[in-house]
């Protein structure tokens, strides 16, 4: 069992920057992917961003590409998320997960584990 406690989230300017962090406790944490996605209100949820076990591999959504940056730490069991540039449409409630596969998904069904979620609100 893993579990992921999301933080970071909060107000901020569109143009404006935040840096999302998931701590990660229990099982082995460097074995697996782990990816952010969000759930704006009203709508599904949606892929983000991933990362590979090592660290060495990521992929970004289209609407986050050239924003968006994930990195993670093993050593610290964490995994991050910077925002850049953000815009009001990056609005939402931003989950982490954790997958048992060392290799990237962009699926919800991919990832075995979910945190709470933590909010993020872009004000024009």
């Known amino acids: 069992q893993v579990q992921l406690d999301e933080s970071g989230g909060g107000l901020v300017q569109a143009g404006g920057s935040l840096r999302l962090s998931c701590a990660a406790s229990g099982r082995t944490f460097s074995n697996g992917a782990m990816g952010w996605f969000r759930q704006a209100p009203g709508k599904e949820r949606e892929f983000v961003a991933a990362i590979n076990w090592s660290g060495d591999r990521t992929y970004c959504a289209d609407s986050v590409k050239g924003r968006f940056t994930i990195s993670r730490d093993n050593a610290k069991n964490t995994v991050y998320l910077q925002m850049n540039s953000m815009k009001p449409e990056d609005t939402a409630v931003y989950f982490c997960?954790?997958?048992?596969?060392?290799?990237?998904?962009?699926?919800?069904?991919?990832?075995?584990?979910w945190g709470q979620g933590t909010q993020v609100t872009v004000s024009s």
């Open positions: 997960a954790a997958r048992r596969s060392v290799w990237i998904g962009t699926l919800q069904n991919n990832y075995d584990y």
